[in-house]
């Protein structure tokens, strides 16, 4: 067959895994890496600062299968490239997370259709169900440290992971931390002689830790204080929308403080025994001193969502502006309303007066509405644009 007509029969990935970012911590190097060069300037800068990191050795043998595979690459039809991702050294859903991310990434640049996955050995588990859920994994090679029986060998082993547990932050905030915080207390309770208290002291210490740790207040204070060092101010119209509500909300707070306050002053006049005849006044008094307030709250917070429509060109505004008329005018309908449950020989005249000439108003503030519209569509045409591709979308 000429080698025009040739076709590759599949792309396939040597891909290694470094779950907890040890390139990222002690290296200092960015993943994911892509390529054999880069691949081998990795892992030699990895050994060079931990010889005895089991990822360096993972990588190492990523790059020996990707070789033996490159020396049948015209005999297989198949392309092949050999990666390596990283997850976190925090563990967990973080570092899945960044797995998927890095070899979405790395699937981007070479589109494989396989995948030949090495890893250390310990995260197989974990990182098999990710990378499966994406490309098919046909082959696994675990890279496992050879280690001699001596007690030589196993006493420099337990050195190196006694070591890991001093020195990452992880372990040696239980490790050395805590005990720590309790060796102090000691000190200062034997200094005023208190030693009796060191029970309580010791408990407090621990109680608090498993409080901390159990309800996770520690990544939240983290969390916390990375938004207030990364928080940046929404924009102008969202702020004037923002202020408004809390404005109005505080209006109709007040407001409804004053009506019930109104309630109490006219139970204090009424018998227990008639409180139930008394509901409708009560009512009445209830919207007396509470509706202005209400009415003026929400037509507030109406106004500032107007004002966000108006700079934003969204065409809500003249829905916005009727229904601020209609709040401003249903006050004196509710106001003449409540007059008649206070006092039902007050005349009804105001109130069918406020409904009669509401129901006309707000039809021309309708009309209003509608007529400027169409008369400013041009300021609003690119909002509506947005509008009808969203619709189409």
Known sequence: MPKSAKKKLGRILVLC?????????????KTPILGRKENIRAAASLALRDPEEPDANAMFEAVR????????????????????????DLG???????????LTEVLSGFPATDVIL????????????LIESRVPVTSVRRIVMKHSKSIEE????????????MEN??????????????FIILGVLAVFNWLEYAGIAFLIVLGAFLFVRGFRLDKTALNFYKWVREYSPPPYTVQIAGFSAVAGVLLILVGGYLGGTAVADALSTIDSS???????????????????????????????????????????LWR?????ITFAWSYTMFYEASQILINPKFSYAGLVFAIIIGIPLIVAAVFTAFLLRRRYASFFIGKEKEIEEFREG
Not at 65 to 88: F, P
């Open 92 to 102: 967990g859903v973080g570092a899945d997370r960044q797995l998927v991310a890095e």
């Open 274 to 316: 008639q409180w139930f005849a008394s509901l409708p006044r009560l009512t009445g008094e209830f919207l007396s001193g509470s509706i202005f307030l209400i009415v003026i709250g929400i037509c507030v917070i109406l106004s500032g969502r107007a004002i966000r429509w108006f700079f934003e060109r969204d065409l809500r």
């Open 169 to 182: 932050p992880r372990y040696s905030r239980i490790l050395l931390g805590l005990p720590g915080i309790l």
């Open 118 to 129: 090495v890893t250390d050995g310990y995260t197989d588990e974990a990182v098999l169900p």
């Open 320 to 324: 916005t502006i009727v229904i601020v």
């Open 65 to 88: 299968i990707y070789d033996s595979l490159e020396k049948g690459a015209k005999e297989q039809e198949e392309e092949y490239e050999v990666a390596t991702i990283a997850g976190s």
């Open 154 to 165: 196993t006493a420099a082993l337990f050195t190196r992971y006694l070591k890991i547990l």
């Open 17 to 29: 895994v470094d779950r907890d970012d040890d390139l990222g911590m002690k290296a200092g190097i």
